[in-house]
């Protein structure tokens, strides 16, 4: 297929981008650099720097693509409570104006990179897309209110989409990895200290309702990650919208990753234990059992090989 890939200069968007290359699809990378790196585009996929209000119409317009798979975005939570505005346009505003110039150019299949951000905090565990959302954060407002317009655009306009809605994500496909300006991540930032570019790693809160106190997160290797967008990508039917978590259905506390970075690094990391970080919800675990059901997909690789892959990378 020939596919266009929005944000491919990130992190996810780096991955997948290498994986679709692999699998021998033709790709082509629009990012404007904002988070992104250039040379984070996998060699094999043209790349076009640009945003997709001033660039998407020109590079789809009459160039037989068959899809979209959409990962520009803005993604720092305490920014967009700092700063909504950013997130409404930059988030809500390019893609419609992304969604606008496929509309116009007549390409109709998006997979989309939503997030668990869109539940906000969950009245039960694990989490089903069937759950309420609401989004305790602009950035997973703006992320829901992208799913939105996805529900309408393929009822409206024939367009078959799949949003993927990401829990952790972690680990690295060999030059492919996470190298954010500013890292808020908890796996990136414990293996800064194991470097030596950290002297310590903050733990945001030990008094939450769960088994050592620390929050429990839903961890998913970026390479299981981007296998379900291939997936997705030939689940895209007109007229639907379909909607998957990309979790595993079980999780691990911050002590936890501390604890299996120590292990793969063989650093003794130590770790300063603080107050909460606001927003953040005690436990986010996916049930993945619709995209298991409906696709086959489920996660191969355990936070040991996250942690691994992501050191690796680290030390590159
Ligand atoms: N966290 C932490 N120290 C850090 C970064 C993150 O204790 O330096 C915690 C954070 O409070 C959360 C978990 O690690 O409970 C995962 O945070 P991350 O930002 O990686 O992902 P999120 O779950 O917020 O999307």
Not at 107 to 134: C, K, N, Q
Not at 187 to 213: C, H, M
Request: hydrophobic share 40%.
């Amino acid at each position: 297929m020939k596919l266009l890939v929005t944000g491919g200069a990130g992190y996810i968007g780096s991955v997948v981008s290498a994986q679709l290359v692999e699998a021998g699809h033709e790709v082509v990378v629009l990012d404007d650099l904002s988070t992104g790196h250039d040379d984070a585009v996998p060699a094999g996929a043209r790349f076009v720097r640009g945003t997709l209000r001033k660039t998407a119409f020109e590079v789809l317009d009459g160039a037989g693509f068959d899809a979209v798979l959409h990962f520009a975005a803005k993604s720092l939570v305490g920014e967009s409570v700092a700063n909504p505005a950013k997130y409404w346009d930059g988030n809500v505003g390019e893609s419609l104006a992304l969604f606008d110039a496929m509309r116009r150019a007549g390409v109709g299949r998006i997979v989309f990179s939503s997030t668990a951000a869109t539940y906000g905090e969950p009245e039960s565990t694990p989490i089903l897309e069937t759950d309420p959302t609401r989004p305790t954060n602009p950035y997973g407002a703006s992320k829901l209110a992208i799913d939105t317009i996805l529900t309408e655009y393929a009822r409206l306009y024939g367009f078959g989409a799949v949003s993927l809605r990401y829990f952790n994500v972690a680990g690295a496909l060999g030059a492919q990895g996470e190298r954010h300006t500013v890292e808020t991540h908890l796996i990136p930032n414990v293996l800064k200290v194991a470097l030596g570019e950290k002297d310590a790693v903050s733990v945001f809160g030990t008094d939450y309702p769960t088994a050592d106190g620390t929050c429990v997160r839903d961890y998913v290797h970026v390479v299981d990650l981007g296998r379900a967008h291939l997936l997705a990508l030939e689940d895209t039917e007109s007229g639907a919208h379909k909607i998957y978590n990309l979790g595993s259905g079980s999780g691990y506390s911050v002590s936890e990753v501390v604890e299996v970075c120590r292990a793969v690094t063989g650093h003794p990391i130590p770790a300063e234990y603080g107050e909460r970080r606001p927003g953040d919800p005690a436990v986010l675990v996916a049930s993945s059992e619709r995209i298991n059901a409906a696709l086959g997909w489920k996660p191969e690789r355990d936070l040991n090989q996250m942690v691994a892959d992501a050191w690796a990378f680290a030390r590159r």
